[in-house]
């Protein structure tokens, strides 16, 4: 059986102002929303029934804001423990202390998601001072209790030429998973997105890095749906090993194996861009992933690029940068290098 993710914001508090962040973009900061206990608990079994429903097993990734902010913290994961759900936590390394991580893991904490935006300098300027090393002094706290530390990178045209390094940084540190995702403008700031061809060049060097530091014991996840055009490309990706046309093997998992909840219960289909569907305390979840909400995000011959191109069941970049780009998720992903007429061939 399947897992079925759940992104589940449970606060919006957090101790960063990071650049990058769409709770202060929305300007939502003004009064700090978080999520009651009763409300948690309808959420849970709602969740539950869901994948019931569906046949596949509830997997939590717990975040905010900083999760560990909200004053029931410690209540949630017990829930989740004794609901037997797997679940991982995302969020900043301000509060993490080993007694702390090695209560977590008691709890089931199974990976907990760091962020890293550039080397010191570049970080700091765009999450806070310090923050760098306190993540990177993070690290062997959790690892140490027995969590798996993932890093999660977000590339824009302040820090992408520094990705490739972050990468020798990770592996230094011993992390256990590192990724990255792009960031996503609106039209107002459409400057931050990197070129097409500085973005493909930032993924061969990252490429490189992989290659070298492959038996290293940091798992390289290739999180950005772009990494499939690069592969094939290279020569690495072959669509014709799956030969069944009526598949959508992988690309955005809008509409396919994941659903946002926020801290006041709306479910979105994607945190990243204005997508609500309904209300995790008000609705059943099954009938929302399975109405006309959602199909929005599996109409894949209405995507005006990816529709014409042979990797449309594998990549569809990403809808979210589209639609901050263009205010449409069907445009082009502005940073997808491939060009019309080479689709058209």
Request: charged share 25%.
């Given at each position: 059986m399947?897992?079925?993710?759940?992104q589940?914001?449970?606060?919006?508090?957090?101790?960063?102002?990071?650049?990058?962040?769409?709770?202060?973009?929305?300007?939502s900061?003004?009064?700090?929303?978080e999520?009651?206990?009763?409300d948690m608990?309808?959420?849970?079994?709602?969740?539950?029934?869901?994948?019931?429903?569906?046949?596949?097993?509830?997997?939590?990734?717990?975040?905010?804001?900083?999760?560990?902010?909200?004053?029931?913290?410690?209540?949630?994961?017990r829930?989740?423990?004794?609901?037997?759900?797997?679940?991982?936590?995302?969020?900043?390394?301000?509060?993490?202390?080993?007694?702390?991580?090695?209560?977590?893991?008691?709890?089931?904490?199974?990976?907990?998601?760091?962020s890293?935006?550039?080397?010191?300098?570049?970080?700091?300027?765009?999450?806070?001072p310090?923050?760098?090393?306190?993540t990177?002094?993070?690290?062997?706290?959790?690892?140490?209790?027995?969590?798996?530390?993932?890093?999660?990178?977000?590339?824009?045209?302040?820090?992408?030429?520094?990705?490739?390094?972050?990468?020798?940084?990770?592996v230094?540190?011993?992390?256990?998973?590192?990724?990255?995702?792009?960031?996503?403008?609106?039209?107002?700031?459409?400057?931050?997105?990197?070129?097409?061809?500085?973005?493909r060049?930032?993924?061969?060097?990252?490429?490189?890095?992989?290659?070298?530091?492959?038996?290293c014991?940091?798992?390289?996840?290739?999180?950005?749906?772009?990494?499939?055009?690069?592969?094939?490309?290279?020569g690495?990706?072959?669509?014709?090993?799956?030969?069944?046309?009526?598949?959508?093997?992988?690309?955005?998992?809008?509409?396919?194996?994941?659903?946002?909840?926020?801290?006041?219960?709306?479910?979105?289909?994607?945190?990243r861009?204005?997508?609500?569907?309904?209300?995790?305390?008000?609705?059943?979840?099954?009938?929302?992933?399975?109405?006309?909400e959602l199909?929005?995000?599996?109409?894949?011959?209405?995507?005006?690029?990816?529709?014409?191109?042979e990797?449309?069941?594998?990549?569809r970049g990403?809808?979210?940068?589209?639609?901050?780009?263009?205010?449409?998720?069907?445009?082009?992903d502005p940073e997808?290098w491939?060009?019309?007429?080479?689709?058209?061939?």
């Open positions: 399947e897992y079925f993710a759940f589940w914001h449970i606060t919006e508090a957090c101790d960063q102002r990071c650049k990058h962040c769409y709770i202060y973009a929305l300007g900061h003004a009064q700090f929303k999520m009651s206990v009763p608990l309808t959420v849970i079994e709602n969740c539950q029934t869901f994948c019931r429903k569906a046949n596949r097993i509830p997997y939590m990734y717990i975040t905010g804001g900083d999760p560990i902010l909200h004053p029931q913290f410690w209540t949630l994961l829930l989740l423990h004794m609901a037997n759900i797997p679940f991982a936590l995302m969020g900043n390394p301000f509060h993490i202390t080993p007694d702390v991580a090695r209560k977590m893991r008691e709890y089931g904490c199974r990976k907990y998601q760091l890293l935006d550039g080397l010191r300098e570049t970080h700091d300027l765009i999450r806070q310090g923050s760098y090393d306190a990177m002094a993070t690290i062997p706290i959790l690892r140490e209790a027995g969590i798996d530390v993932a890093i999660m990178a977000t590339v824009s045209r302040w820090n992408y030429r520094e990705i490739p390094k972050l990468v020798d940084e990770v230094a540190h011993h992390d256990d998973i590192f990724t990255f995702a792009r960031y996503c403008p609106s039209k107002e700031d459409r400057e931050t997105c990197c070129s097409p061809e500085q973005y060049e930032t993924l061969a060097q990252c490429w490189e890095k992989y290659r070298q530091y492959k038996n014991g940091t798992a390289f996840n290739l999180k950005d749906h772009l990494w499939t055009l690069f592969r094939y490309e290279i690495d990706f072959n669509p014709n090993d799956y030969p069944d046309n009526e598949i959508v093997y992988d690309g955005c998992n809008c509409g396919n194996c994941h659903l946002t909840i926020l801290s006041d219960g709306a479910v979105y289909a994607c945190r861009m204005e997508s609500k569907v309904g209300n995790a305390l008000t609705d059943d979840l099954y009938e929302l992933f399975t109405g006309p199909d929005a995000y599996r109409r894949y011959e209405q995507f005006e690029k990816c529709a014409k191109c990797l449309l069941r594998f990549c990403c809808p979210a940068v589209a639609a901050g780009y263009h205010g449409n998720m069907y445009a082009p997808c491939k060009q019309i007429e080479d689709i058209a061939q």
